[in-house]
């Protein structure tokens, strides 16, 4: 079972940057699906960016379309979700999950502790 450390968040005036990490330990990524979720408060998880393993095509919420990136590294065990043009209603604790078998989907089965966003001025 691989364990997950995000990192990255912080807090950042609107428009600004963040570059979140997600990093796995007790193996490498090779074979899962790594997707970025934000969740505020009590709300629920809301899925913001996937990326398939087997092709490596991605996928984006429409409130973040233009503005985030998601990747993977070749060091196989880290990916990231660069987040530009930040606007206060990205503010939340997010979180990566994996999802074995490279696909992306509604489910996943490990998910890291969450690194907290805030973009405030």
């Known amino acids: 079972q691989l364990l997950l450390v995000e990192s990255g968040g912080g807090l950042v005036q609107p428009g600004g940057s963040l570059r979140l990490s997600c990093t796995a330990s007790g193996g490498t990524l090779d074979t899962y699906a790594v997707g970025w979720f934000r969740q505020v408060s009590e709300k629920e998880r809301e899925g913001i960016s996937c990326?398939?393993?087997?092709?490596?095509?991605?996928n984006y919420a429409d409130s973040v379309k233009g503005r985030f990136t998601i990747s993977r590294d070749n060091t196989r065990i880290t990916a990231f979700l660069q987040m530009n043009s930040l606007k206060p209603e990205d503010t939340g604790n997010y979180f990566c999950?994996?999802?074995?078998?490279?696909?992306?989907?509604?489910?996943?089965?490990?998910w890291g502790q969450g690194t907290q966003v805030t973009v405030s001025s």
């Open positions: 990326i398939n393993n087997s092709d490596g095509r991605t």
């Open positions: 999950g994996i999802r074995f078998g490279g696909l992306c989907d509604d489910s996943y089965d490990s």
